[in-house]
C-alpha cells in the first residue's frame, strides 16, 4: 500500500500535515508493507529535507500511489482519478461552497474519506484538531483582552514554535482581577483549559464564580446542562439536551451579568438554543466585553461573531446598540476574535498530535480488513457514486437544495 502525502494547493496556505517525517518513520516500522511518498512544499511546516532526513522519498510522482493524504481541500483541477483521497472536504453540511468538488470527486471515480467523519462505532471522531484550536483560541482571547484595556501586547500565535512557547508568553503577563468563562469540555474546551491552567489561573465552581468577588483573576468551566434548562422545568441533563434540545432553553445570562471575558469552546448542534441573543448583549446588565469565539459560528448561538475573522486581522468590535461592526477598542464595543482557522497558527504541534491519532486508528485499517469500520464510515464516495451513509447528499451534489 503506497500512501502519498501531498502538497497543500488551497489559498490561503496552510502549513499542517496529516503525518510529520516522524509519524511517517513509525507507520513505516509497524507497517513494513506500506510505502511513503512525499510530494515537495514549498509551505509545508516541515520541509523537504526533514522528510529526507527521516529516509523518505521526496517525489513529484505520488500520483503512483492508491492513497493520498491532505488536510484542506484539493482544487479540482489538482485531484488525480481513480484515487483514494483523505482530506476535510467541508461537504458533510451541505456546504454550497464546494458543491462542485464533491461532484468532479465523483466524476472522478475518486474514493473520499473525510477525517472530520473518522469516528469509532460510536460516532465519536478520532482524529482532530480541536485541541489546537483550543490552545491557541484561549492564547488569542488573551491577546485581545490585552489589546483592548491597553495592558499588554503579547505576539501573535503564528510567530511562535510551539504551544510552550505561547505558554512561555501567557507566564510572562499580569491579568487584572477579571473572571473568565469557557464552555465546553470537549477536545476544544479541555485545550483552552490547558493554557488558562500553565498561567496558574484557579478554576472556581458555578455556585462560587456566580456568586462570589475574588482578589485574583479566576476561571469557570461549564457544558451544555450548565447553561442549557428544560422549558418544561423539570431536572434535565447533558445527555437529555443533546437528544433532545427543541426542549430546552438558554440559561446563559446569569452567566454574562459576572463574566467580563469569555471563551466559546462548545460544540452548537442543530436546534439547541442560542447562548446569547443580539437582545441579552443590549442587556445592561450583560457584562461580557471580550468574546474568543473558537466555535465560529457565524450570526448564531454567540451573537456577537458577526463573521469569522483572520490570521492576519483576528479581532474586530461588535456594537450592541446598532448590532453593527465597530472599533473593538471602543469603550462600549464587544471585542471580538473569531478566527476559523486556528490550528494553523500552531501548525508543528497541530501536525504532531493530529499524525498520532492517523497513525493509531487510520493507518492500521488498511492492514488488518478494516475490522473495526474505520474506512467504511468514513468513506463518503466510492463507484462515481456516495456511498449509502452520505446518500442524504444526493441532491445537494444535484443541486436541488
Do not use: W
Not at 65 to 71: I, P, T
Not at 275 to 288: C, M, N, S, W
Request: aromatic share 10%; charged share 30%; glycine share 8%.
Amino acid at each position: 500500500m503506497r500512501f502519498g502525502i501531498i502538497r497543500e494547493r488551497k489559498d490561503p496556505p496552510d502549513r499542517r500535515v496529516v503525518l510529520s517525517p516522524s509519524a511517517c518513520q513509525n507507520v513505516l516500522a509497524r507497517f513494513p508493507k506500506a510505502q511513503i511518498l512525499v510530494e515537495p512544499s514549498p509551505i509545508r511546516v516541515f520541509t523537504d529535507d526533514e522528510y529526507r532526513e527521516k529516509g523518505l522519498e521526496v517525489s513529484d510522482q505520488v500520483g503512483s500511489c492508491e492513497v493520498l493524504l491532505g488536510v484542506k481541500e484539493v482544487p479540482i483541477d489538482a485531484l488525480v482519478p481513480d484515487k483514494k483521497y483523505f482530506f476535510f472536504s467541508h461537504t458533510i453540511k451541505k456546504q454550497p461552497y464546494n458543491r462542485e468538488l464533491l461532484r468532479a470527486i465523483m466524476e472522478k471515480n475518486i474514493e473520499l474519506y473525510d477525517h472530520e467523519v473518522i469516528t469509532n462505532p460510536k460516532g465519536q471522531r478520532l482524529v482532530a484538531f480541536g485541541r489546537y484550536a483550543g490552545i491557541v483560541g484561549a492564547y488569542n482571547g488573551i491577546r485581545t483582552f490585552g489589546l483592548k484595556y491597553d495592558l499588554f501586547n503579547l505576539p501573535k500565535a503564528e510567530t511562535r514554535k510551539d504551544q510552550q512557547a505561547l505558554v512561555a508568553e501567557l507566564q510572562n503577563i499580569h491579568l487584572p482581577n477579571i473572571k473568565i468563562l469557557l464552555t465546553g469540555r470537549g477536545r476544544v474546551g479541555n485545550g483552552a483549559k490547558e493554557m488558562l491552567d500553565a498561567m496558574g489561573l484557579k478554576k472556581v465552581g458555578v455556585d462560587d464564580y456566580l456568586k462570589n468577588m475574588f482578589q485574583e483573576p479566576v476561571y469557570c468551566q461549564i457544558d451544555a446542562s450548565e447553561y442549557n434548562k428544560r422549558k418544561d422545568g423539570n431536572r434535565g441533563n447533558k445527555a437529555d439536551f443533546f437528544k433532545n434540545p427543541q426542549e430546552y432553553r438558554s440559561n446563559f445570562f446569569r452567566f454574562a451579568k459576572v463574566t467580563d471575558f469569555y471563551i466559546a469552546g462548545h460544540f452548537y448542534g442543530d436546534g439547541a438554543p442560542y447562548l446569547y441573543t443580539r437582545e441579552d448583549a443590549k442587556h445592561p446588565d450583560f457584562k461580557i466585553k471580550v468574546v474568543a469565539d473558537i466555535s465560529c459560528d457565524i450570526d448564531g448561538p454567540v451573537a456577537t461573531t458577526l463573521r469569522a475573522s483572520t490570521i492576519a486581522e483576528p479581532i474586530y468590535g461588535y456594537d450592541p446598540r446598532t448590532e453593527t461592526e465597530t472599533d473593538f477598542k471602543k469603550e462600549d464595543a464587544i471585542a471580538v476574535m473569531a478566527v476559523d482557522n486556528l490550528p494553523c497558527e500552531l501548525p508543528r504541534d497541530a501536525s504532531n498530535g493530529f499524525g498520532e491519532a492517523f497513525s493509531k486508528y487510520v493507518i492500521p485499517a488498511f492492514f488488518n480488513g478494516d475490522v473495526d469500520g474505520i474506512l467504511q464510515r468514513a468513506r463518503m464516495t466510492q463507484n462515481g457514486r456516495l456511498t449509502e451513509r452520505y446518500a442524504y447528499l444526493q441532491d445537494y451534489v444535484d443541486g436541488k437544495e
